[in-house]
C-alpha cells in the first residue's frame, strides 16, 4: 500500500535510496532501497512486514507520513479543549488586549516565556497589553493593569488549560473573538501581534535544555539589534554588558521594530571573562570588551537572510589558518568546545560563532563555507574539508552508513527548506569525510591528530 507523505514532507532520492524530509520542521529519515520501493507500494515480503512497519511508525511519529489506516479516526483529544477554551463563556469580555498564558513550573518552555515578559515588561505596559500567567501559584499580570475582579473571573475561566500542553494562551480582544495558540513559538508571536508588530520580523528561537539556567534569572537589559528589517534580542547582565550589547545595536540601523521581542542573545561578564549565549548554549567567550562586541556584532550580522546560492545549517563551523579548511560540527557539541577555546586556537583552529554555518558551492562544486558577518571586507569563504559527528549508538555497517550520515547533515539544514536546497546540499556534501567519535574524541583529533583514533 502505497505511503502518503505529510503535506510538508518531501522524498528527496540520493544514493540508490531517499531521504524523506520535513520541509518546515527539523526531521528527517534515511529511506532504504527497499523500503523505498516497499512505499511506492511494492509487496513487503512477510520476513520483513515487522522491520517496515516500525519505519512507518517512526515516520509517522516525526510527522513526515500519514498512514491510510489514519485517514477517518477522530481529532486529537485536545481539539474540544481549543474549542472549549475559544469559545469559553460568553461573558468574558476584555476592554483592552489581554493574552492568557498557561504556564506550568516544570516547564522549560514557560520559564524561558517568563524570562522574556520581564524582559519586555515596560513595553507592554506601554502598549497597554495585559499577560495574565495562570497554571503556577497565583496568577501574575504583565504589562497593562487588570482589575482584582477581572484577574479572577479570567483565572477561573482558564483555570484547568493543561489539556492544552504548556506553554498555551489565549487572546482576548475588545470586541472581537477569542483565539487560542499553542507552543512557545506561537505564543511568542501572539505577544508580537499584542503589542503591535509582525512575528516574521522578530526572531524567535525555541529555548534549549540549556536555556533554562542561562535565562531563568533576571536582566539588566534588553536591547534590539536590526538584521536586515529583523528584531533580534539581546539581553545583558551587568553596567559593562550593558553597555557592550547597547554598542552592538546602535551600528544595526534604524530600529523599525519596538515591540515584544524574546531573548535570543546574552552577554554578561562573570569576573574577568565575557561571556555570549545564545539559546542559553554559550557560543563565544574573550577577556575583551571589543571582541565581545565584533562577536556580538557578527551573530547579529549572520541572522540576515543567505545569498541566492547559499543554504543555512544548524550545526557550528571550525576554521584553520585563515581560510585554510573548515570543518563542520553538531551545535549541540559548541559550549564544550568554546570552553576550550585555548586548546583549539594553539592548535591553529577558530570556532565561528555566527548563528549558522552558510554552504556555498565553489568553483568545482565542493562547498564553502561563507563567512557573511565579518566586521570588515568582502565575506571570507573556505573550503570545507570535512564533518565532525556523533558516533551511531547502533552499528550500521556496509554502504548504508554513509546514506545514514548523509540524513543526518542533511537534517541540519535550517527550514523552511525547498527540495531543491536539499538535493543541493547532498551534492555539495556527499563526497565529505565524516569523523566519527564524542566530543572529546574531537577536541583530541582537532588538537593531537596523529594520537587520536576515529
Same mark, same amino acid.
Given at each position: 500500500m502505497t505511503v502518503q507523505l505529510s503535506p510538508d514532507a518531501r522524498l528527496v532520492e540520493v544514493d540508490g535510496g531517499a531521504i524523506l524530509l520535513h520541509?518546515? =520542521?527539523p526531521a528527517a529519515a534515511w529511506v532504504s532501497p527497499a523500503a523505498l520501493n516497499w512505499a511506492r507500494g511494492v509487496?513487503?515480503? !512477510?520476513e520483513h512486514a515487522a522491520d517496515y512497519a516500525r519505519c512507518l511508525e517512526s515516520w509517522r511519529s516525526a510527522g513526515l507520513v500519514r498512514g491510510p489506516h489514519l485517514q477517518g479516526e477522530p481529532a486529537p483529544a485536545e481539539e474540544p479543549a481549543e474549542r472549549e477554551w475559544a469559545g469559553h463563556p460568553a461573558g468574558v469580555s476584555a476592554s483592552h488586549p =489581554?493574552? $492568557? =498564558?498557561a504556564s506550568? !513550573?516544570?516547564?522549560g518552555y514557560c520559564r524561558q516565556l517568563q524570562t522574556d515578559l520581564a524582559a519586555n515588561r515596560q513595553t507592554l505596559t506601554h502598549r497597554g497589553a495585559s499577560v495574565l500567567v495562570v +497554571?503556577? +501559584?497565583s496568577p501574575t499580570v504583565w504589562g497593562a493593569a487588570l482589575e482584582p475582579a477581572q484577574v479572577e473571573e479570567l483565572t477561573v475561566t482558564y483555570a484547568n488549560p493543561g489539556r492544552l500542553g504548556t506553554p498555551s494562551a489565549v487572546r482576548l480582544s475588545p470586541g472581537g473573538a477569542h483565539r487560542v495558540v499553542r507552543g512557545f513559538e506561537a505564543v511568542t508571536a501572539a505577544l508580537v501581534e499584542l503589542c503591535g508588530s509582525q512575528p516574521g520580523r522578530v526572531v524567535c528561537e525555541v529555548p534549549t535544555s540549556c536555556s533554562v539556567g542561562v535565562n531563568g534569572t533576571p536582566v539588566d537589559a534588553l536591547v534590539i539589534a536590526q538584521a536586515d528589517g529583523r528584531a533580534v534580542g539581546i539581553a545583558a547582565r551587568g553596567e559593562g554588558a550593558v553597555r557592550v550589547a547597547t554598542l552592538a545595536a546602535s551600528g544595526t540601523g534604524t530600529n523599525a521594530v519596538r515591540g515584544y521581542v524574546p531573548v535570543t542573545l546574552l552577554v554578561e561578564r562573570p569576573r574577568n571573562l565575557w561571556l555570549v549565549f545564545r539559546g542559553g548554549e554559550l557560543v563565544a567567550r574573550s577577556r575583551s570588551?571589543?571582541?565581545?562586541?565584533?562577536?556580538?556584532?557578527?551573530? $547579529?550580522?549572520g541572522f540576515e537572510p543567505p545569498g541566492a546560492q547559499q543554504v543555512r545549517l544548524m550545526c557550528g563551523a571550525l576554521v584553520q589558518g585563515e581560510g585554510g579548511r573548515a570543518l563542520l560540527f553538531p551545535r549541540n557539541w559548541m559550549s564544550y568546545l568554546v570552553e576550550r577555546n585555548s586548546s583549539l586556537a594553539r592548535a591553529g583552529w577558530r570556532l565561528c560563532p555566527d548563528p549558522f554555518a552558510r554552504l556555498e558551492p565553489g568553483p568545482d562544486g565542493a562547498p564553502l563555507l561563507?563567512?557573511?558577518?565579518?566586521?570588515?571586507g568582502s565575506p571570507q569563504r573556505t573550503p570545507v574539508v570535512g564533518v565532525l559527528a556523533p558516533r551511531p549508538t547502533v552499528p550500521m555497517p556496509g554502504r548504508p552508513i554513509?546514506?545514514?550520515?548523509?540524513?543526518?547533515i542533511v537534517n541540519w539544514v535550517v527550514r523552511p527548506v525547498s527540495p531543491e536546497h536539499v538535493r543541493a546540499v547532498c551534492a555539495s556534501v556527499a563526497d565529505l569525510p565524516v569523523h566519527l567519535g564524542t566530543q572529546e574524541e574531537a577536541l583530541a583529533f582537532l588538537t593531537h591528530p596523529p594520537a587520536a583514533a576515529w
Open positions: 520541509c518546515v =520542521v509487496p513487503v515480503p !512477510p =489581554v493574552l $492568557v =498564558v506550568s !513550573p516544570d516547564c +497554571g503556577e +501559584g570588551a571589543n571582541e565581545t562586541l565584533d562577536t556580538l556584532r557578527r551573530i $547579529v550580522a561563507s563567512h557573511p558577518s565579518r566586521a570588515s554513509r546514506a545514514r550520515l548523509l540524513t543526518q
